[in-house]
């Protein structure tokens, strides 16, 4: 599940909880700017703590840097 994935993005100050959003960041998907809530996983998923930057819930995901 992506609340325990190191490609989930969230807000700097968000609780990483199942229902928190953030984003993708995993390469291959981050182009599509995907939002996902820590409820969320895929084939993608690599154990760790999720990063954090502004913008990661918004609707739109804010673009990862060197979009």
Do not use: Y
Request: glycine share 10%; with cysteine.
């Amino acid at each position: 599940m992506c609340v325990d994935c190191r490609w989930w993005q969230i807000e700097p100050q968000a609780i990483a909880t199942h229902q928190t959003t953030g984003a993708c960041r995993e390469p291959d998907m981050s182009v599509v700017l995907l939002r996902v809530t820590g409820n969320s996983g895929c084939g993608k998923f690599a154990s760790g703590a999720p990063s954090r930057s502004e913008g990661a819930s918004g609707k739109p995901p804010a673009p990862p840097p060197n979009f």
